[in-house]
Structure formats: C-alpha cells, structure tokens
C-alpha cells in the first residue's frame, strides 16, 4: 500500500485554513451571534404545533419550496419579475455563488466584513480581495473600490448592508457607482434588513447584475436556516442548477411559511430590539473609555480605549456574558467588541457589568 498522506491528499488552500469556531454559550446570557432574543408567544406556538401534525416528514420536501417561496414574496414584496432562489441559511447561498464562478475567479468584499464571504472563497480556491474601508467611520472607501474593480475585474462582489461587523450602512450612491462599475456579479447583503429601513430590493430592475441576499435568522428564526436570494431571472435559473434537490427540508418549510403568514408578532419584537439599541447605544456613549458606534442592525460594535478587549471580554464572560471579541482581527478592529441587543434585563445586566469592570479594572 503506499504511504498515505493528508498534505498530499488536500488542496493548499484548505490545508493553510482554520475552521469557523462558535463560542460555547452554555449558561451565559448570549449576546455574541446577533440573533433574536425572543420566543413565541404561546397562542402562535399552539398554532404552529398544530400546522406541524400536517408535515409529511416522511416524504422528501417540495424541491421548489412553492408555499414558502409564495410568502416569501409577500412579506418582502418582491416583484414578480424578479426570481428567488432558497438556501440553507445564507451561508450555502454564498457557496452557490461562488461555485458558480470560473476557476481562480477574484472575489472582492469591503474589510471588514462578513467573515464567510472570505472562507467560502478560499475554501473554493478563489481568489479573495479585501478593500479597507475608511478608519474613522467604516465607510466605503470609493476611490479604492473603483480602483480594485478596474484592476482586478473581480467575477463577483459582496456588500453587506449594513455591514457586519461594523453595523453601518455604507452611502447607497457609492453602491450604485459599484454596481455600475462593476464587470460582474454584485451581491447586496441585507441579512439586517429588519433593522435597517433601508434596502436595494427596489434597484433590481435597474440592474441586471444585481442580486440581493436575505436571512430569516435575524428576524427571529436563526434555528431554521433560511437564506434567499432575489435577482434577474436569467442569473438565478443559473444559479438554480448548482443548488442540491431538497435543500430546504420539510420542517423549515412549513415552519417559515407559518411565521411569515403570522408575521406581526416578528415585526413587534423587531420594533422592540430597535428600540433597545437606541438605549444600549446611549448608555455605551456614557461609559468612560468606550467608543460606541453607529449601527443599522441589531448590534452594536464598539471600542474599548483604555483596558484591552481580551480583558474586557474575559471578565464579562466571568459575569455570565458573551459577547464577540474582534480584536484578534487587529487592524481596524482592534481592542473592538460587538455586543447584540437583548432583551431589556439581558442588556441592562450587560450595563451594569460593563460599569462595574470599568470602574474596577
């Protein structure tokens, strides 16, 4: 038998790769994943317990997910001539895109920014360029981003808008410039579009190369998985054919399509968590040595200016709360911390933690 060898067996790229890490929130109060913090009210549950004795998990789901895609349509009010393409989670919507691409394909995203955007590409082995943004106020750095395009010709941009993890909305005529300049594929990432009133879905049929990416996770449904993508017809029926038969099971689908046709309860506590981070953001800014920063999603991001991140993560971990350290991304980010909006007792104890350790450290 000859001798066998992983180095030898796996591409560089994936060799030279860390794997996505997820923090164990285990008897924390979790603030650290930008989900929503709320259940159900029980009158929906009962509901929705009762529309599930229906599900046939027996037979394979709906390729076409028709229910679903129906009220998806109505809830976002996509134009019918515009497509949707469904995805386990936004996560296997970018691995579609960027299966789609040729080989060694150039994929360029503003830094920082979503981290997926990144490992999918190399996963895939494409080549990932990151533009910075502006230092002072995580704004696009236009010049720069014209300049790559025209450079790099890239096969496909992202934009995440709001931008995570920084939270802002990038100027929406600097997007329009990019789409335009662009020679390919331009991916506006609204997974915040609950928080964020604002949004490029009426752009669509200005731009055939315009596509617009969604989440149901932050609307309160993280544990379902459900991402969607809406474009020109001609690119998604594209798309469509890397997309695996039935990937969006049963239950996702008769859960998501019954959370969206009972939706005000979704829409409350969206309206709720906005609220709240106008509070937290307020009280950020009173703290001593910390620099808060706009946001247009359901976190926070902000600086600590005297005490290391490391420090002030560990000790609020040691107070039962998680929260996202960024610092080892250094650059820009360093000594942040993104915090996501609670309820109001996990985010007044977050508050109250954070004056003490500053007060104490």
């Given amino acids: 038998m000859s001798e066998f060898s992983i180095s030898k067996l796996f591409r560089s790229e994936l060799l030279s790769m860390s794997a996505y890490k997820v923090a164990d929130a285990k008897n924390l109060i979790k603030l650290d994943a930008m989900e929503n913090p709320y259940t159900w009210p029980e009158n929906i549950q009962q509901q929705w317990l009762q529309t599930l004795k229906s599900c046939d998990i027996n037979r394979y789901p709906d390729p076409e997910a028709r229910r679903l895609s129906a009220a998806l349509r109505s809830s976002n009010e996509i134009s019918a001539q515009s497509e949707i393409l469904l995805g386990n989670g936004s996560d296997e919507i970018i691995q579609i895109l960027l299966m789609s691409l040729p080989a060694n394909a150039i994929v360029l995203a503003p830094e920082p920014g979503f981290v997926m955007y990144k490992q999918v590409a190399h996963s895939l082995g494409l080549q990932f360029k990151g533009v910075p943004v502006v230092a002072d106020d995580f704004s696009l750095d236009l010049p720069a981003m014209l300049l790559a395009i025209s450079e790099l010709q890239p096969s496909l941009i992202f934009l995440a808008y709001p931008n995570n993890p920084t939270g802002n909305l990038f100027d929406a005529e600097a997007i329009k410039q990019i789409i335009f300049a662009a020679p390919g594929l331009v991916v506006v990432d609204e997974a915040y579009a609950p928080f964020a009133n604002a949004s490029f879905l009426s752009e669509i049929g200005k731009y055939k190369n315009l596509l617009i990416m969604r989440t149901l996770s932050k609307l309160g449904l993280a544990g379902l998985r459900l991402g969607f993508l809406i474009g020109h017809p001609d690119l998604l029926v594209q798309l469509n054919k890397i997309r695996l038969p039935y990937n969006i099971n049963s239950l996702t689908q008769i859960t998501a399509t019954f959370a969206l046709n009972n939706g005000s309860f979704l829409l409350e506590q969206t309206q709720t968590l906005c609220a709240e981070r106008a ?83």
């Fill in 279 to 361: 509070l937290v953001f307020k009280a950020l800014e009173a703290l001593a040595d910390i620099k808060p920063y706009p946001s247009a999603a359901n976190f926070i991001l902000f600086r600590s200016l005297r005490i290391t991140a490391n420090q002030l993560f560990d000790a609020l971990k040691l107070q039962g709360i998680l929260i996202k350290n960024l610092s080892s991304q250094g650059g820009i980010l360093e000594n942040c911390l993104r915090v996501t909006i609670g309820t109001p007792d996990e985010n007044q104890i977050f508050l109250k933690a954070m004056q003490n350790i500053l007060q104490t450290t």
